[in-house]
């Protein structure tokens, strides 16, 4: 599956290199019985009678047919993953809430894997074994994207997208990823983008550090700067940007904030977790128009009305 065969065949032989039978395995369509493959009996090759090219043909039809049957409406089509060390914590929660991200950023899920360890594999997270399956079963279903519900280290990312070959992102990629969707004030969208190039940053860097020409001095001279350090500049020259517009709006955030003490209005603050109700709360008692959608991070950007009493 890993090398994307459908099917593969092993032949023995005898001490004298003959051959004695084969052995055949090839992968199957989603099941109900969770099965990624299955072996056909053994024969002797000169009464293997079976049609490879038609099979084949017949087999990937099958796997299309299958998923044909999901209603997709996006591009994305996810699998979530969990790995989970602690079995006092509620791994079903924490997943149901990443599913629910996933839904607010337009990501259809296909599945869900929660695998329970005694110890998070520093590479994979999931051992090789159980990352083998996830792949198997991406191929079945037709996922193109792994979401894992931690945060994974540039190294991390790395190593388990190239042993799947599949898009790979984490729950703090996600959560950006909507903010970005949501962020629609000019103040949200700096805020945003700032937390993206700072979390974009650290997986710019390349293992190898040892011939960066950044520092300078004896080694450092050479041809100029490589594309990946010319990157790594202009995100680092962005982010001081971005800093110096977010101190500005600081600034006037205290100048207003300032004014309102003056003039001695009571000010009231609707906190709570996301998708609690806060916007529906505010446009019932203000009369507002604030959005409302039942899905996480609806509204990003803060809002403000104007209550009177008595009503």
Not at 240 to 260: G, P, T, Y
């Amino acid at each position: 599956a890993l090398l994307r065969l459908d099917l593969i065949c092993a032949v023995h032989v005898d001490p004298e290199g003959l051959p004695e039978k084969v052995l055949t395995a090839h992968l199957i369509p989603e099941n109900p019985e969770g099965r990624y493959w299955l072996h056909l009996e053994p024969v002797h090759p000169a009464r293997m009678d079976l049609d490879f090219a038609s099979f084949i043909q017949a087999l990937e039809d099958e796997i299309v047919r299958k998923q044909g049957t999901r209603k997709v409406e996006s591009r994305d089509r996810a699998i979530l993953v969990r790995v989970e060390t602690n079995a006092g914590e509620d791994s079903e929660n924490s997943i149901a809430e990443l599913l629910e991200l996933a839904g607010s950023c337009g990501v259809e899920v296909f599945d869900t894997l929660i695998q329970k360890k005694p110890e998070i594999d520093p590479k994979f997270l999931l051992g090789r074994g159980k990352l083998s399956e996830l792949v198997i079963r991406a191929l079945q279903i037709g996922a193109n994207l792994l979401i894992f519900d931690h945060e994974l280290t540039p190294a991390q990312v790395r190593s388990i997208t190239d042993f799947t070959d599949i898009k790979v992102i984490d729950r703090t990629q996600l959560i950006l990823d909507i903010f970005a969707q949501r962020a629609h004030s000019r103040d949200g969208k700096i805020q945003v983008e700032l937390a993206q190039l700072k979390y974009l940053l650290p997986r710019l860097i390349e293992k190898n550090t040892a011939m960066s020409r950044l520092t300078g001095g004896i080694g450092g001279r050479g041809p100029g700067e490589t594309k990946l350090e010319i990157n790594r500049r202009r995100v680092r020259e962005k982010i001081h940007r971005l800093e110096q517009h977010v101190k500005s709006i600081q600034k006037a955030r205290n100048q207003r904030r300032v004014m309102r003490d003056r003039t001695g209005i009571p000010v009231i603050s609707i906190v709570g977790y996301t998708n609690a109700g806060k916007s529906t709360l505010l446009n019932t008692l203000t009369s507002s128009r604030v959005l409302t959608e039942n899905r996480l991070f609806a509204t990003l950007d803060p809002k403000s009305s104007r209550l009177r009493f008595p009503r």
